[in-house]
T-cell receptor, first 122, second 108 residues
Framework: EVQLVMSAAEVKKPGQSLNISCQAS????????IGWVRQMPGKGLEGVGI????????RFSPSFQGHVTLSVDKSANTAYLHWSSLRASDTGMYYC???????????????WGKGTTVIVTS | SSELTQDPAVSVALGQTVRLTCQGD??????ATWYQQRPGQAPTVVIY???TRPSGVPDRFSASRSGNTASLTISGAQADDEADYFC???????????FGGGTRLTVL
């Protein structure tokens, strides 16, 4: 069974750094893009970015480019989302997603983690 | 423009058919994926590609596309279908993670 197990909730202050993680199992980690989707409280879904573990290629949504970084540890089948300086507006639920395939150029996110809540408050 | 627009809320009587729409210029070139999200849960896929249902998704869910509009049709809506539905696609500039604002479906 394909699973994405995410790290626990975090409460941080503005300006602090943060890594959240997503450990994948049940498939060959380096064969599928893996990424992150944000949902702010009571709001819709926003794509953050995706990374290909095989060669660490990344694709970001424009609104997140330059504010977060994506990385993987292939030996641990784990993907990371990193902030060097958090803002209050980073508060939200972050879902880890696996890209099952690209359907005519559109990534199909077939498996979702349960989400990691990030709260940034002074 | 790089936006996908959905109606914020739609209601349907139990057993009736409802069509949820997603509009955006990029949909002239790319299909939409449709995700269902129940309260307190992570989203799950109901339709991807041209009109493919993952295993376990009832066949009352179907998708279509015309011009700049993608549609998700639920034929014979059930109480269990009450949820938020999000469309997702990409734009012509390489943004692969473009989501609509979501539609809250109420089954009456």
């Amino acid at each position: 069974e394909v699973q994405l197990v995410m790290s626990a909730a975090e409460v941080k202050k503005p300006g602090q750094s943060l890594n959240i993680s997503c450990q994948a199992s049940g498939y060959i980690f380096t064969n599928h893009w893996i990424g992150w989707v944000r949902q702010m409280p009571g709001k819709g879904l926003e794509g953050v970015g995706i990374i290909f573990p095989g060669d660490s290629q990344t694709r970001f949504s424009p609104s997140f480019q330059g504010h977060v970084t994506l990385s993987v540890d292939k030996s641990a089948n784990t993907a990371y989302l990193h902030w060097s300086s958090l803002r209050a507006s980073d508060t939200g639920m972050y879902y880890c997603v696996r890209v099952g395939s690209f359907e005519s150029g559109v990534p199909y996110m077939d498996v979702w983690g349960k989400g990691t809540t990030v709260i940034v408050t002074s | 423009s790089s936006e996908l627009t959905q109606d914020p809320a739609v209601s349907v009587a139990l057993g009736q058919t409802v069509r949820l729409t997603c509009q955006g210029d990029s949909l002239r070139n790319f299909y939409a994926t449709w995700y269902q999200q129940r309260p307190g849960q992570a989203p799950t896929v109901v339709i991807y590609g041209r009109n493919t249902r993952p295993s376990g998704v009832p066949d009352r869910f179907s998708a279509s596309r015309s011009g700049n509009t993608a549609s998700l049709t639920i034929s014979g809506a059930q109480a269990d279908d009450e949820a938020d539905y999000f469309c997702h696609s990409r734009d012509n500039n390489g943004n692969l993670l473009l989501f609509g604002g979501g539609t809250r479906l109420t089954v009456l």
